[in-house]
């Protein structure tokens, strides 16, 4: 039979179990739905997203100094994320002036160079399934394309974040020479390039994460009711629900806004 000849992997449910997908899937919306209607909660929903992003960054961290994770594995943790921007105004990308703006950039910096690392040289070191690794659509394995794309993707990221963090030293700088003045809009503001490159994000970052576990037929990752896993979905649920209800309740879905395009106001 067909289905005698698929090679199946034991996945981490700890790691990327179905409740803590979910859960993760339903925070990548709640920024989302954040950036586009609740703004004034941007700074903390930065936080929270940030806090989740460094424990699993921690995670991977510690899987490779072990030696107990696989390269399809760090895959799957770079789609994860990178679910959705933490912006659609550009506000707050660059900004160094609080604490959690810095570990922001540090992380990113990081992230940046982990996986330049990952692609160059980890991917080779790392621990070797009985299976062919899937990375991405197309069955792309760990020899394909997709490192060569992975490796342009990193090294780009890296020269991005060291410039953000330049540049940001640099606006701080000015903003203490000026008295650190801030202005204040009237209407929410959002940026249409950076919505639509968000919700793209989103999208693929769910259905890649997806795809890489069915394709690497990936066991013991699909069963929620484990409370590990149910822990993680009903976070993201009760993250995702306390969002959407002022957006439909409390009139945020036509409350009017600012429409940029490249930084351009068209409204």
């Not at 990178?82 to 570990?103: A, K």
């Not at 639509?196 to 929620?224: G, K, P, Q």
């Not at 993201?236 to 969002?243: H, R």
């Amino acid at each position: 039979m067909e289905s005698a000849d698929i090679c199946v992997m034991e996945g981490n449910a700890d790691f990327y179990g179905i409740g803590i997908r979910l859960g993760l899937y339903a925070q990548s919306i709640t920024t989302l739905l954040v950036t586009l209607f609740t703004q004034e909660e941007e700074g903390l929903n930065r936080t929270l997203n940030l806090l989740l992003q460094l424990a699993i960054f921690a995670g991977t961290l510690l899987l490779t100094q072990t030696g107990d994770i696989h390269a399809f594995e760090v895959v799957i943790v770079f789609w994860l994320l990178v679910g959705s921007l933490s912006s659609l105004t550009g506000d707050g990308l660059m900004s160094i002036d609080s604490f959690s703006g810095v570990c922001r950039l540090l992380f990113y910096l990081a992230l940046s160079a982990y996986g330049s690392w990952f692609w160059f040289v980890g991917a080779d070191t790392m621990q070797q399934p009985k299976c062919t690794e899937i990375l991405f659509f197309g069955g792309s394995t760990i020899d394909g394309w997709f490192r060569t794309f992975g490796k342009a993707i990193a090294i780009i990221g890296l020269a991005v974040t060291s410039g953000m963090l330049v540049w940001g030293v640099t606006i701080y700088a000015k903003k203490r020479g000026k008295g650190n003045q801030r202005s204040s809009h009237r209407r929410a503001q959002t940026e249409i390039t950076l919505m639509f490159l968000s919700i793209a994000m989103t999208v693929l970052s769910i259905v890649a994460t997806e795809y890489v576990i069915r394709a690497n037929h990936l066991s013991d990752v699909d069963d929620i009711f484990v409370v590990g896993q149910i822990l993680a979905f009903l976070v993201g649920l009760f993250q995702l629900l306390n969002t959407l209800i002022p957006i439909f309740f409390k009139g945020r879905l036509w409350a009017p806004r600012c429409w940029l395009l490249f930084g351009r106001h068209l409204t």
